[in-house]
């Protein structure tokens, strides 16, 4: 017999949930993991609504995710852009070639 260890947890009451301008962050935190939902209401871009803050063009932060509902775009430094939609998996590892910045749809929002 395995001895194993299960943690369940939802979204529907996160540990921790952060609100900004455009949007809302929900964190879990689970199996020595910090796991977190972000939603983005229309027109959140992170050029204007994080990076402006940081004082950042781009976003230098990994990212590995799915977009559970809505689209997306990354723009990347010289690498395009990336359109990201409903049930897509990514990852995002920030290089200097790489690293870029999200705007959602103007019509409609986003949860990742």
Not at 8 to 30: H, Q, S, V, W, Y
Not at 36 to 50: C, H, I, K, L
């Amino acid at each position: 017999m395995l001895d194993s260890q299960v943690s369940l947890k939802r979204f529907d009451n996160p540990d921790e949930i952060r609100t900004f301008d455009k949007g809302t962050f929900a964190l879990l935190e689970i199996g020595g993991m910090t796991i977190g939902r972000a939603t983005y209401q229309p027109g959140w871009r992170w050029s204007d609504d994080v990076g402006v803050a940081l004082g950042e063009l781009h976003c230098h932060v990994e990212h590995v995710g799915m977009v559970v509902s809505g689209c997306a775009t990354a723009a990347m430094a010289m690498a395009g852009w990336l359109k990201c939609t409903q049930a897509m998996c990514l990852t995002y590892l920030p290089r200097p070639t790489t690293a870029g910045w999200w705007v959602t749809n103007p019509t409609s929002r986003c949860t990742f």
